[in-house]
C-alpha cells in the first residue's frame, strides 16, 4: 500500500482520520471493557430504563413529532458516533485511493462510510441499552434529576437540543426539550418529565 501523501494531499487527509479517529476508537473500546467510561449516553437509549412510557401529553408528543424528521441525523450525532464516522471516513477514502479511483470516487466513498458508521454505531448502541432492563434507572429517580444543557434547546417546544444529567453517579446524556425560554449550552437545568425514554422536559434551575 504506497501512501503518497505529497503528490495526493487527500491521502494525508484520508490516513490522519484513520489514525485519529482509529486511536479515540479504540481508546473508548478499552474503557468500556475496563469500565472506565463513566458516561453512558442517553442519546443511544440508555433512558430506555426509564421505562418506554411517555409521560408527555398529546400535544405535546405531536409537536415533538413534527421536528423529529429533520432532526434524524442530529439525533444519531454523538461522540461515539463522530468517532466512527471519522474514522471510517478516513479508511473509505483510503481504500478508494489506493484502490486506483479518481479523487471523486474516493470522496464519495469516504462520505457513504463515515455516513455508514455514524448509524450502524448509533443502532448498535442503541440495541445495546435496550437490553439494559435492570430498572436501575427510574422515571422517580430521573425526574427531579440535575444537569447542564449540552446543546442549546430552543424555546417553547419548538426543537430539541441535548443535557447532561447527573442519575445515580453516572453522567446520561438525553435529548430535551423546555416549555420556557430557549437554554444555552451550559445551563443548569433539572428535569420536569419524560417524554420518551431517550427525550425529556427540562426548566432552568
Not at 490522519?16 to 453512558?40: E, H, N, P, W
Not at 439525533?75 to 486506483?100: E, N, P
Not at 444555552?184 to 420518551?196: E, F, L, Q, Y
Request: some cysteine; charged content about 15%; overall charge negative.
Amino acid at each position: 500500500m504506497n501512501f503518497d501523501f505529497i503528490t495526493s494531499p487527500l491521502m494525508g487527509i484520508y490516513f490522519v482520520c484513520a489514525v485519529f479517529g482509529g486511536t479515540l476508537l479504540i481508546l473508548q473500546l478499552l474503557m468500556m471493557i475496563f469500565g472506565f467510561g463513566g458516561s453512558d449516553s442517553g442519546d443511544f437509549g440508555d433512558g430506555g430504563d426509564v421505562g418506554g412510557e411517555s409521560v408527555g401529553d398529546a400535544g405535546s408528543d405531536a409537536h415533538i413529532g413534527g421536528h423529529s424528521q429533520t432532526m434524524d441525523l442530529f439525533k444519531v450525532l454523538s461522540l461515539r458516533t463522530i468517532i466512527a464516522g471519522i474514522t471510517f471516513f478516513g479508511l473509505g477514502g483510503l481504500a478508494g485511493l489506493t484502490g486506483g479511483t479518481s479523487n471523486l470516487i474516493s470522496v464519495i466513498l469516504a462520505v457513504a462510510s463515515g455516513l455508514i458508521a455514524l448509524y450502524v454505531v448509533y443502532y448498535l448502541y442503541l440495541s445495546i441499552a435496550n437490553l439494559k432492563s435492570d430498572g436501575s434507572i427510574s422515571e422517580k429517580t430521573l425526574v427531579g434529576s440535575f444537569g447542564n444543557v449540552y446543546i442549546k434547546i430552543p424555546a417553547e417546544g419548538t426543537g430539541i437540543g441535548k443535557v447532561l444529567v447527573n442519575q445515580q453517579g453516572r453522567t446520561m446524556e438525553y435529548e430535551a426539550i423546555t416549555s420556557g425560554n430557549e437554554l444555552k449550552t451550559g445551563t443548569p437545568i433539572i428535569v420536569v418529565r419524560i417524554i420518551s425514554p431517550i427525550t425529556v422536559e427540562v426548566k432552568p434551575c
